[in-house]
Nanobody, 115 residues
Framework: VQLQASGGGLVQAGGSLRLSCAAS????????MGWFRQAPGKEREFVAA????????YYADSVKGRFTISRDSAKNTVYLQMNSLKPEDTAVYYC?????????WGQGTLVTVSS
């Protein structure tokens, strides 16, 4: 699966951003789509995921209640709506796809949250 992420930018603390990830190249019905992030000097961490078949969402504890993952089947696109952003959410955000393991990755999109 080819993945193209977009939507990053600079936002003040408490603000919102919506990331998009457009997928192509495969039928996605068996896939789980996810978002990960990597802050400077830290390891990449899981943020959220969604089952393409039934739209079941999964979230890291650090973003529950603030972030919402969704998908648009007609557009083959996954979204990450990020609300109540905090400076610690600053990172490069990556979308990814898996059937069993995370094998397909998009380029990152930078999110910077200023205090």
């Amino acid at each position: 699966v080819q993945l193209q992420a977009s939507g990053g930018g600079l936002v003040q603390a408490g603000g919102s951003l919506r990331l998009s990830c457009a997928a192509s190249g495969r039928t996605l019905s068996r896939y789980v789509m996810g978002w990960f992030r990597q802050a400077p000097g830290k390891e990449r961490e899981f943020v959220a995921a969604i089952s393409w078949s039934d739209a079941s969402p999964y979230y890291a504890d650090s973003v529950k209640g603030r972030f919402t993952i969704s998908r648009d089947s007609a557009k083959n696109t996954v979204y990450l709506q990020m609300n109540s952003l905090k400076p610690e959410d600053t990172a490069v955000y990556y979308c990814a796809a898996r059937v069993t393991i995370w094998t397909d990755w998009g380029q990152g999109t930078l999110v910077t949250v200023s205090s």
